[in-house]
């Protein structure tokens, strides 16, 4: 049901994209550190929806369905931001223009295998790769305007945002491949005939 717990936590990384979206765009170091802890707190939603739902056996199509659209809004908003707002280098917008690219690639596979009895399997690269994005990506938010509030300015917090980017993008790139060479395994497999259609078999 949409008013499960862990269907309440999906759904509230929507909800916060307003909101992060507002506090980037103030320009205010206090909105930037706002825009981390934001993100942040959205971020961790992603692992406590699925391990309540496997606790609480409320696991649900809806939810399945849920999940990975609220991640992809979530960083999707997020990178734009950062681009829109050039709070990224030259360099640091290549892997933004990757882990967009992946999200729309893996988006596609999904719905093309939705339509046979296959799904892309969770590997856990891939949840190595959402850790060091989703950390990458609320450093990035923060900045070394943010990390001035808590007086942290000494550290270089966007150079190792950027740097975690990079990493990211590169398990993005792994992770990515991986999903596509599954997508086209059953692409090149022969079509299955309709379920109840007849084969041309004689039975015995």
Request: proline share 6%; with cysteine.
């Amino acid at each position: 049901m949409l008013t499960d717990l862990p269907n309440v936590l999906t759904l509230s990384r929507i909800a916060a994209i307003p909101l992060l979206v507002a506090l980037v765009a103030l320009r205010e170091p206090w909105g930037d550190m706002g825009a981390c802890v934001v993100f942040s707190v959205a971020a961790i939603t992603d692992y406590f929806d699925g391990k309540l739902a496997r606790d609480r056996l409320q696991t649900s199509n809806l939810g399945r369905m849920l999940d990975p659209i609220a991640d992809k809004l979530l960083v999707g908003a997020a990178l734009m931001m950062l681009a829109g707002m050039n709070r990224l280098s030259t360099y640091g917008l290549y892997p933004a223009i990757v882990i967009m690219l992946r999200e729309i690639l893996v988006s596609g596979l999904r719905e093309y295998l939705a339509g046979i009895p296959v799904g892309l399997p969770v590997t856990w690269l891939a949840k190595w790769k959402t850790g060091v994005q989703m950390g990458a990506l609320g450093t990035l938010l923060a900045g070394d305007t943010g990390a001035a509030v808590v007086h942290l300015q000494f550290l270089p917090v966007a150079g190792i945002g950027e740097a975690m980017l990079w990493g990211a993008a590169l398990l993005t790139l792994v992770t990515g491949w991986d999903y596509l060479t599954v997508g086209l395994r059953h692409a090149a497999a022969p079509p299955r005939p309709p379920r109840g259609a007849h084969t041309g078999t004689v039975p015995d």
